[in-house]
């Protein structure tokens, strides 16, 4: 799967409002066929779907994701939360098996929630962290989450859906060339309705072994800014 980013001359306004993505193309994350765990507890759209677009301009890359989710649940993990996944890495590195951290590759992960509670009844608006997983360890375990000290986002939340707004330095990706270019991205949503942990996770391109691998993500040409 391709998309296209949007060059922005004036920047938006990370604060979970999307009233300036206009014109942005959005991707839809709705079809069964891209269920990466939990297929059989998936109930359709209405139970978990999403859309995406993707913004730069020289300094920053801007991503927006809309959610639809019928019941929004909190997880202190962030990734057995209601949440949404980044995943980037260099087009020519599509092979890779990461099994160390490399200087292009990043796994990053947002929720709806600035702290809350195990309810999800926090505010409902306001910023949120952006966490950063590392590699499994060489037994195979799931990466730590760690704060990652770069970028900013946000998120707005109702009973039924919710929105995630991130910015995030060209620098921090490795993505400093202002040519024409192309790299890898791959956007999950994960679900976690009434047990402990997700139930279920859609994945715009890739598989269940993208935070291992960035061979099926999908490509974002980056437009000269």
Known sequence: RVTQARAVSTPPTIDGDLSEWTGAAWQPIVDRSQASMGLDAWQGPQDLSAQFAVAEDQTNIYLAVRVTDENIGYNSRARESDSVEIFTADADSREITYSRETADFRHLIVTPFSGGDDQGRGATTGETRLLKHTPRNIWGSPPPS???????????????????????????????????????LD???NDRDSSGSRETQLTWSGNESNMDSSRYYGEVRLPAP
């Open 146 to 184: 760690q704060e990652f000290p770069y970028g900013k986002a946000a998120y707005t939340r109702d009973e039924k859906q919710y929105v995630i707004e991130v910015s995030i330095p060209r620098s921090a990706l490795a993505w400093d060339d202002l040519r024409d270019t192309v790299n890898q």
């Open 187 to 189: 956007i999950a949503i």
